[in-house]
């Protein structure tokens, strides 16, 4: 994902100590609600997109470890925008 993307675990409302098959059920869920076959709003296909690269991500192991690292150091380096992105990514979640 690059670094103008959401986040992975919010985009598949998971936290990020979720085990590999709960990211798994939270990928099928949200790629079923999302599929541009079923979901007719205008935005579903970019939001399966979406949904498809947080779980490219998140199920590779490795690439979740480098997401995860790099995750923690924007919160030591960049606390501020870390703190913007945290409570931007909270105000969306309890709005839906």
């Known amino acids: 994902m690059t670094t103008s993307s959401p986040d992975p ?3 598949l409302d998971l936290a990020s100590n979720a085990t590999a098959a709960e990211i798994k059920q939270a ?11 079923r979901n ?7 939001r399966f997109r979406e949904v498809q690269e ?16 790099k995750r923690q150091k924007q919160l030591v380096e ?5 703190a913007r992105t945290i409570w931007k990514t909270y105000l969306g979640g309890i709005r839906t």
């Open 40 to 46: 007719p709003a205008a935005d579903a296909a970019e």
């Open 54 to 69: 947080a779980y490219d991500l998140l199920a590779d192991e490795a690439r979740r470890d480098a997401f995860d690292s």
């Open 78 to 82: 960049d606390a501020d925008i870390a």
């Open 27 to 37: 990928y099928r869920r949200k790629a079923a609600f999302y599929h541009p076959d």
């Open 9 to 11: 675990y919010a985009v």
